[in-house]
């Protein structure tokens, strides 16, 4: 397993970030998104969607734990927002597997809660806060 930190302290330097991240993500279709509550894994997702031209307004899914988007080429993404369930039953009764299956990209917050459902490769993206920057730790298959 590769690892790779980034970092940043202003707001601005995220699609620097997100670039980043996409090349190192080559073909890998699933992204999960863990910190603590504010790290900004929703902002950090919006802008992944804003850079990929998604043309639907990003929100995060907590009460309905998926949305789906469109890019401008027709593609499909799923941003999952794992928060509010309390079982990976509740994720398997939604065919989260099906969604992973299905070759869009998803971008996975809280994947804590569905860990044994996470295929073998995907990419785990650690957002952390200190002091005056926010850390982006990569863990790549």
């Not at 970092?7 to 863990?34: C, H, M, N, W, Y």
């Not at 009764?93 to 998803?106: I, K, P, Q, R, T």
Request: charged share 30%; with cysteine; aromatic share 8%.
């Amino acid at each position: 397993m590769k690892k790779v930190e980034l970092r940043t302290q202003q707001l601005e330097d995220l699609p620097r970030i997100v670039q980043e991240i996409l090349a190192l993500k080559g073909k890998e279709q699933i992204l999960a998104f863990s910190g603590e509550m504010g790290a900004g894994k929703t902002t950090l997702i919006s802008a992944i969607c804003n850079a990929l031209k998604v043309q639907d307004a990003i929100s995060s899914p907590t009460y309905s734990l998926v949305n789906e988007y469109l890019r401008e080429n027709g593609e499909k993404v799923y941003h999952f927002d794992f928060y509010r369930i309390d079982s990976e039953e509740e994720a398997m009764d939604m065919g989260v597997e099906d969604y992973f299956e299905s070759g869009a990209l998803c971008l996975v917050e809280w994947p804590e809660k569905i860990e044994n459902l996470l295929p073998e490769n995907y990419i785990h993206v650690k957002i952390s806060l200190q002091k005056t920057e926010r850390i982006f730790n990569l863990e790549l298959p």
